[in-house]
T-cell receptor
Framework: KAGVTQTPRYLIKTRGQQVTLSCSPISGHRSVSWYQQTPGQGLQFLFEYFSETQRNKGNFPGRFSGRQFSNSRSEMNVSTLELGDSALYLC?????????????FGSGTRLTVV | GQNIDQPTEMTATEGAIVQINCTYQTSGFNGLFWYQQHAGEAPTFLSYNVLDGLEEKGRFSSFLSRSKGYSYLLLKELQMKDSASYLCAVRDAGRGSYIPTFGRGTSLIVHP
């Protein structure tokens, strides 16, 4: 079956702009989680969506938002971009059912803010 | 919050065995994952431990001791392609969520 698809792979934006990233999970997976990965901080949890509802949220400012559609595809949006938002943004798909449900990650979107 | 500690970097020789340690603190342990991430690529699932003991999967094994808050990933017969970052991630039911928290990863360099 197809894996987790993230688009675009690479993105360059300037400070103050906004950006929207997309994630299509594995077919049948209803949970989509987003992570920010930087060399200094590692993988930091942003939020999780399940059946179109935000189920969990990490400690990021309100500039970071997301949503999930009825087909389980998810988007995340970052407004008023800052240089520190430069990172690899990873989407992880899961069945979301129970503690055994592991993640399958997409290849990520590398965002560079200049 | 949770503390997850793993060494920043390790080096080993091709054909050798390496053990990557991970220590953690939780208020309600609910499972530990190991992921492998090659540079520029997505993390891929290696193992999951929720009970004490050793889980073996080919050249890779993962061990868990819940009482000690300790896990390790054991890689045998190292190959050059094993050069990657290894991420330890822990679920804490005490936080009211099953979302795993990741350590910063251990960069493993395998040399000939």
């Amino acid at each position: 079956k197809a894996g987790v698809t993230q688009t675009p792979r690479y993105l360059i934006k300037t400070r103050g702009q906004q950006v929207t990233l997309s994630c299509s999970p594995i077919s049948g997976h209803r949970s989509v989680s987003w992570y920010q990965q930087t060399p200094g901080q590692g993988l930091q949890f942003l939020f999780e969506y399940f059946s179109e509802t935000q189920r969990n949220k990490g400690n990021f400012p309100g500039r970071f938002s997301g949503r999930q559609f009825s087909n389980s595809r998810s988007e995340m949006n970052v407004s008023t971009l800052e240089l520190g938002d430069s990172a690899l943004y990873l989407c992880a798909s899961s069945s979301g059912q129970g503690a055994m449900a592991g993640y399958t990650f997409g290849s990520g979107t590398r965002l560079t803010v200049v | 919050g949770q503390n997850i500690d793993q060494p920043t970097e390790m080096t080993a020789t091709e054909g050798a065995i390496v053990q990557i340690n991970c220590t953690y603190q939780t208020s309600g342990f609910n499972g530990l994952f190991w992921y492998q991430q090659h540079a520029g690529e997505a993390p891929t699932f290696l193992s999951y431990n929720v009970l004490d003991g050793l889980e073996e999967k080919g050249r890779f094994s993962s061990f868990l001791s819940r009482s000690k808050g300790y896990s390790y990933l054991l890689l045998k017969e190292l190959q050059m392609k094993d050069s990657a970052s290894y991420l330890c991630a822990v679920r804490d039911a005490g936080r009211g969520s099953y979302i795993p928290t990741f350590g910063r990863g251990t960069s493993l360099i395998v040399h000939p």
